[in-house]
């Protein structure tokens, strides 16, 4: 049974930096593709950064040069460094496999990222 736990979100100002963690068990995680999405207020969940078994990356235009995702495979974890922060990504934040339609039915917690102006 996949379990998937994010952590590292916070309140920041914008300009700022957080990095995201997400804690992957009951998968074959080192071949899995896997992806960073996002939930505003009011609107669809999004996959914004999505990263191969083999650390082939892929962004949404709208993080593209200020997130990074990464992943380290003996410990079954992903990360999304992000930088240069904005009011418009203020959202809740969930790890799944990618693309979009792999991703499993379950979806943990996430974790809450909030960016003030």
């Known amino acids: 049974q996949v379990r998937l736990v994010e952590s590292g979100g916070g309140l920041v100002q914008a300009g700022g930096s957080l990095r995201l963690s997400c804690a992957v068990s009951?998968?074959?995680?080192?071949?899995?593709?896997m992806g960073w999405y996002r939930q505003a207020p009011g609107k669809q969940r999004e996959l914004v950064a999505s990263?191969?078994?083999?650390?082939?990356?892929d962004y949404a235009d709208s993080v593209k040069g200020r997130f990074t995702i990464s992943r380290d495979n003996p410990t079954n974890t992903v990360y999304l460094q992000m930088n240069s922060l904005k009011p418009e990504d203020t959202a809740v934040y969930y790890c799944?496999?990618?693309?979009?339609?792999?991703?499993?039915?379950?979806w943990g917690q996430g974790t809450q990222v909030i960016v003030s102006s």
């Open positions: 799944n496999r990618a693309p979009a339609g792999y991703a499993y039915d379950y």
């Open positions: 990263i191969t078994r083999i650390g082939v990356r």
């Open positions: 009951g998968s074959i995680f080192s071949i899995t593709a």
